[in-house]
């Protein structure tokens, strides 16, 4: 099994920075890749950025230049540094694993996931 266990988020004023993290415990080698996903109130969750075991990067148009995701293998964890925010980044994270690659963007590709991290960005 593989559990995912986030943390880091907050409430920020517009502008500001945070650093989410996600510890992976269990079996590692099931989380070729990880990603980033995001859930608005109202709205479906979405993909933010993935990374492969590779360290071959994929981002949202939304959080190009923006956000940028990472992951330290030696510590099973997996980062989103989050600049520049904005009141439209205000949702739930989650973190994400599949022994899958990350092209495929279907949630379904995806059978871990964390209990979520909330992001509050005010104007």
């Known amino acids: 099994q593989v559990r995912l266990v986030e943390s880091g988020g907050g409430s920020v004023q517009a502008g500001g920075s945070l650093r989410l993290s996600c510890v992976v415990f269990?079996?590692?080698?099931?989380?070729?890749?990880m990603g980033w996903f995001r859930q608005a109130p109202g709205k479906e969750r979405e993909r933010v950025a993935n990374?492969?075991?590779?360290?071959?990067?994929i981002y949202a148009d939304s959080v190009k230049g923006r956000f940028r995701i990472s992951r330290d293998n030696a510590v099973n964890t997996l980062y989103l540094q989050m600049n520049s925010l904005k009141p439209e980044d205000t949702a739930m994270y989650y973190c994400?694993?599949?022994?899958?690659?990350?092209?495929?963007?279907?949630?379904?590709?995806?059978?871990?996931w964390g209990q979520g991290t909330q992001v509050t960005v005010s104007s």
């Open positions: 990374i492969d075991s590779g360290k071959t990067t």
């Open positions: 269990g079996y590692a080698y099931k989380t070729n890749c």
């Open positions: 994400a694993s599949t022994a899958r690659n990350c092209v495929d963007p279907r949630l379904s590709t995806y059978n871990y």
